[in-house]
């Protein structure tokens, strides 16, 4: 089916019609000029917008539309947990060329639908428009902070609270996104050089992109299928745990400290030895020849956390599961500090992510 037999609002129609809201917040959802939302109460409202362009944040060759949606959703959601919140609302606009068909799109819906499902999240709105080349997709996702359980003081976490002798945590494991994109990249190549060659035969209809990820699963998904950190959210509520500063680490946990460091007007220390390494991350980096805590240093779209919690606190954060403290904060003018495994010590520097992320 094309696009232009059911027309812009038969599309938004037949993409939508089946989205239910499961939030009190959200009163009315698509359908009329705008959503109306209820932000009262004893919270704080947080709200970010993130855009994914063709060619520049995604290649459609080795993303499906499903994936894409998804991963769209979860970078903003990533964003809200970051602040300590929980996501409640997204709104989406997409602006697409003559390629896109509607089954790409119903993929795209299917794949947004299932994020804003796991994490409980209404779609409530959004515009459908064209564009001459290319896909883009803007996202803007709305969310609450409420206080802990027990208190009534809402916290956001900000980039700006960590203080001397806080301690520095990730979640999960970095690089794993990056060298799924290295991945990727290559039998992409692999694709386009067969494709080259058919061309000139005369046959390039002939050629699919087969490529080979055998065993490497894990790395295509952190890459294609990132999962925003609501858990790692929750068990810190549980314990508890206030962090001082928090952020989803999107860029490179390089670029990520520099950022907490400077909205805190901070230096920190960090072990190499201690950041979370998956092993077939590992293995990877070593077939690229590549250096495997540079990939967790300056690799991106790890959609992980990084947060500082007090001192005081360390017990209960070494109790977390999928946390590890990889570090501490410092005073301003030590500087950020990166200490190898054979005891050098470096600045951390960033490189931050080559995709064109601003
Ligand atoms: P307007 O002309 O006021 O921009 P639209 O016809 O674009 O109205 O949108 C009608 C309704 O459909 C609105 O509630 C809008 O939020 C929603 N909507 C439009 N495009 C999308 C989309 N791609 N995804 C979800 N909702 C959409
Ligand atoms: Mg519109």
Request: aromatic content about 6%; some cysteine; proline content about 3%.
């Amino acid at each position: 089916m094309q696009i232009s037999e059911l027309g812009e609002f038969g599309l938004i129609d037949h993409l939508t019609s089946t989205i239910k809201l499961e939030n009190a917040s959200s009163l009315v959802g698509i359908g009329d000029d705008c959503a109306v939302l209820d932000c009262s109460g004893q919270k704080r409202t947080v709200v970010t917008t993130d855009m994914l362009m063709e060619g520049i944040h995604f290649d459609l060759v080795y993303t499906p539309f499903k994936h894409l949606g998804y991963k769209s959703a979860m970078v903003n959601l990533s964003d809200i947990y970051a602040m300590g919140g929980t996501p409640r609302q997204l709104v989406v606009s997409v602006a697409m060329d003559r390629r896109i068909t509607v089954k790409a799109l119903e993929d795209f819906y299917d794949g947004l639908r299932l994020a804003c499902e796991r994490h409980h999240v209404d779609l409530v709105g959004g515009d459908t428009t064209s564009s001459i080349t290319g896909l883009a997709i803007s996202i803007t996702a709305i969310g609450e902070v409420l206080p802990y359980d027990g208190e009534t003081e809402v916290r956001p976490i900000l980039r700006s609270g960590a203080k001397d002798t806080d301690l520095v945590c990730v979640s999960g494991n970095l690089g794993a996104a990056y060298l799924g994109l290295q991945l990727m990249e290559r039998e992409k190549q692999i694709y386009l050089s067969q494709l080259r060659e058919a061309e000139q035969k005369g046959k390039a209809e002939s050629v699919v992109f087969e490529p080979d990820f055998a065993g490497k699963e894990y790395l295509l998904e952190r890459f294609l299928k990132p999962e925003a950190r609501r858990d790692i959210i929750e068990a810190l509520r549980k314990t508890g745990v206030h962090p001082t500063s928090m952020m989803d680490i999107s860029d490179g946990l390089s670029s990520e400290l520099l950022h907490i460091c400077k909205a805190s007007n901070c230096g920190c220390r960090i072990f190499e030895e201690r950041i979370p390494i998956d092993y077939q991350t590992a293995v990877t980096a070593e077939e690229f020849n590549l250096n495997v805590y540079t990939c967790a240093l300056n690799g991106g779209e790890d959609y992980e956390l990084l947060f500082t919690v007090p001192l005081t606190d360390h017990d209960r954060v070494a109790a977390l599961d999928d946390v590890k403290i990889i570090g501490h904060i410092t005073r301003p003018e030590l500087g950020a500090q990166l200490v190898t495994r054979d005891g050098n010590e470096f600045a951390l520097q960033a490189q931050g992510w080559n995709q064109g992320e601003q």
